[in-house]
């Protein structure tokens, strides 16, 4: 059984900055590509970032090209998402997901998720 935690989340001033953590458990962490999604009140879940099982590989959503940055710790199995300079639009719930099978691309399906964790970004 697959388990993703998240952790990190919180009330922060625009401008300032994040760091999320997700654990996971229950298989070789190290195998497979992990995501980052949010949803924000209202909307639908976005895509926010995915790092390659050994890290070589990173992708971004547009909106947090430049301010996020993705990373893993294959030692620890936890998957990490650093945010800098944020804004209120990235006020969302923050999950971390995993996909049944190896990959890596935009056609990976997502099929275990954690609870998330919610980013505030207020002044």
């Known amino acids: 059984q697959v388990q993703l935690v998240e952790s990190g989340g919180g009330l922060v001033q625009p401008g300032g900055s994040l760091r999320l953590s997700c654990a996971a458990s229950?298989?070789?962490?190290?195998?497979?590509?992990m995501g980052w999604f949010r949803q924000a009140p209202g909307k639908e879940r976005e895509f926010v970032a995915a790092?390659?099982?050994?890290?070589?590989?990173?992708a971004y959503a547009d909106s947090v090209k430049g301010r996020f940055a993705i990373s893993r710790d294959n030692a620890k199995n936890t998957v990490y998402l650093q945010m800098n300079s944020l804004k209120p639009e990235d006020t969302a719930i923050y999950s971390c997901?995993?996909?049944?099978?190896?990959?890596?691309?935009?056609?990976?399906?997502?099929?275990?998720w954690g609870q998330g964790t919610q980013v505030t970004v207020s002044s």
């Open positions: 997901a995993a996909p049944k099978v190896p990959g890596w691309g935009p056609a990976v399906k997502y099929a275990y």
């Open positions: 229950g298989r070789t962490f190290s195998d497979y590509t």
């Open positions: 790092i390659s099982w050994s890290g070589a590989n990173t």
